[in-house]
């Protein structure tokens, strides 16, 4: 099932860099569902692929809500004077670099009638974050590498089908071959401040954006990391920001939608904060297609920062929605799954990476 493909993307790969129409399927292009299709079975099929393409995450830094307030509902009880207080922050350094290994499993249920097809998706990556530049501002600009990536979509009981890194371009599986050509060479830079949010590149002297421009550089400021509160935070505190995403309505419109995420600061243990969240959807919503496209937008999530370093170990998401009606009466769509991302020591970062980029991959 192509819709599947397309829902994957939004977490595995750099928001920096978002997909064009059709990700659902590395090699087409949405359509709208074929309204003759003569039996369930093949509206199954038809109607799936021609959902539209999965929503474009938009940085909360071209949000002009204020972000990283604090929620007062949040706050604890307790006398100031007895709470202890954190401020937490990332710590950037020229020449650092960052090593994570991250997992994704997703399960996606369509359903007509009685009729139903499953696919289920694997990606598994190791990524690389080099600290290229500390402006004087705290600004860090920081350059993503991939050492290796491994994708897998099956449907139903069929063979999968698998991509890997590694392999000859003569040997990528036809679904996948649009996707690693844009994977090679991919480099994107990210422009992050130390509470984790992210701000434009600047311009060049002399530079003025069109309004096409200037729209599309809105969308380009993005983070891989949780933000952070602007205050010291006590346990039990929460924090909330707000990001938009684009989604398509129909094939020549599309609507943003706001999304606003609530972060808590769930405990302190020594060096190791651990902080969860939620995310609702804010944006008044009719259509079972659209809502379908925001089924990942909106997953629980839970991060362990080690606050002697400024690093975040650990992150894990956790997605499960149901939608009905998105194609067609009696249908309904399921989706759940995890994401998963880690830490690499520095020994177990360098064993087993194949390729330090996928810009000359090797045959096996």
């Known amino acids: ?105 997703i399960t996606q249920e369509a359903h007509v009638g009685s009729d139903s097809k499953v696919d289920v998706s694997k990606v598994d990556q190791r990524r690389v974050y080099t600290v290229q530049e500390k402006q004087n501002d705290g600004t860090a600009v920081i350059r993503m590498q991939f050492a290796h990536i491994r994708m897998q979509l099956q449907t139903d009981d069929k063979e999968p089908v698998i991509f890997d890194s590694s392999m000859a371009d003569a040997d990528v599986p036809k679904l996948y071959q649009s996707m690693a050509h844009r994977l090679k060479g991919l480099s994107p830079s990210f422009y992050l401040l130390p509470d984790g949010r992210a701000v434009h590149p600047p311009l060049r002297e002399g530079e003025v954006l069109s309004r096409e421009e200037e729209e599309t550089r809105s969308h380009e400021a993005e983070s891989f990391l949780p933000p952070l509160p602007d205050e010291q935070v006590a346990v039990g505190d929460t924090w909330k920001e707000q990001k938009t995403v684009t989604v398509r309505v129909d094939k020549e419109i599309k609507r943003d939608v706001r999304i606003l995420q609530t972060f808590r600061l769930e405990s302190v243990e020594g060096e190791i904060a651990t902080i969860t969240s939620h995310a609702s959807i804010m944006s008044r919503l009719r259509s079972p297609v ?52 880690e830490l690499l020591k520095e020994e177990s970062a360098s064993s087993g990476v194949r390729n330090a980029s996928l810009e000359t991959p090797a045959a096996e």
């Open 290 to 341: 659209v809502m379908a496209q925001l089924m990942q937008v909106t997953p629980k999530g839970t991060y362990r920062l080690n606050m002697s370093d400024g690093t975040l170990v650990s992150q894990t998401l956790r997605y499960s929605e149901t939608v009905l009606g998105p194609l067609g009466p009696s249908s309904a769509i399921n989706t759940y799954g995890s994401f998963t991302m």
């Open 1 to 105: 099932m192509k819709l599947i493909l397309s829902f994957l993307f939004v977490v595995v790969l750099p928001v920096s860099t978002p997909l064009d129409e059709g990700t659902a399927s590395p090699d087409s292009t949405s359509t709208k569902p074929d309204p003759a299709a003569t039996s369930a079975a093949d509206e199954v099929s038809a109607v799936t692929e021609a959902l539209p393409e999965t929503a474009t995450p938009r940085s909360a830094a071209a949000n002009p809500t204020p972000p990283g307030s604090l929620d007062a509902e949040g706050a604890t009880p307790e006398p100031a004077e007895s709470v202890t207080r954190y401020q937490l922050r990332y710590v950037f350094e020229p020449g650092q670099k960052l090593r994570y290994q991250s997992y994704q499993t």
